[in-house]
Each structure stands twice: as structure tokens, then as C-alpha cells.
Nanobody, 114 residues
Framework: QVTLVESGGGLVQPGGSMSLSCVAT????????MAWYRQAPGEQRDLVAR???????TYVDSVKGRFTVSRDNTKSTLILHMNNLQPEDTAVYYC????????WGQGAQVTVSS
């Protein structure tokens, strides 16, 4: 059974930091590029950060220098560290393979507000 379980999230003030975690089933995690996606209210779900099986990372321009994606292949865990968060980062954050599977987890709500 394939599962993706995100955790972390919550409310943070602008300029604050937050980390998200995702545990995935081992059989989909280890051989695949993994990514964080986000979906703001009324918007489509977009790719935010991607990491290859060997650790090469790419980011959407709006988060470069602020977000860091990492993976622990021994624990099938994907991490997203987010610094200097801004209101426009408010969204539900999801992890998935890249390209994504049809299955999605429940996501983690991140709200940036004063």
C-alpha cells in the first residue's frame, strides 16, 4: 500500500520559520525524485521544491534562498525547511514523487499571518 503522510505546519508570523516532514512508503520513496507541492485557496497545486534520489535539488524562483528540501533515504522521509516565510507562502503543502502519483496525502496547512 502506498502512503504519503505530511506533518508539521501551523500558523507563523511573517519572517518566521517552519519545517515540514513527509514519510512515504519505502518502495516509492527510494527510487524516485521527491517533491513538495503547495496549493493556495482557489489556486492549482504547484511544484515548490524537488530533490533527486541522489540529492540534487531544484526550487521554484519564489522560494529560492528561503526553502531547503532534503531527504533521508534510510527513513523514507522528506523534509522542507522554510525560512523568512511570507503571507504568499500560505497554502496546503503536499509531498509526492516527481512527477506525482495520482495518490496524494492529506497535506499540511501552513498559514503565514500576523
Amino acid at each position: 500500500q502506498v502512503t504519503l503522510v505530511e506533518s508539521g505546519g501551523g500558523l507563523v508570523q511573517p519572517g518566521g520559520s517552519m519545517s515540514l516532514s513527509c514519510v512515504a512508503t519505502m518502495n516509492i520513496f527510494r527510487p524516485n525524485a521527491m517533491a513538495w507541492y503547495r496549493q493556495a485557496p482557489g489556486e492549482q497545486r504547484d511544484l515548490v521544491a524537488r530533490i533527486s534520489p541522489s540529492g540534487t535539488t531544484t526550487y521554484v524562483d519564489s522560494v529560492k534562498g528561503r526553502f531547503t528540501v532534503s531527504r533521508d533515504n534510510t527513513k523514507s522521509t522528506l523534509i522542507l525547511h522554510m525560512n523568512n516565510l511570507q503571507p504568499e507562502d500560505t497554502a496546503v503543502y503536499y509531498c509526492n514523487t516527481n512527477p506525482p502519483l495520482r495518490l496524494w496525502g492529506q497535506g499540511a496547512q501552513v498559514t503565514v499571518s500576523s
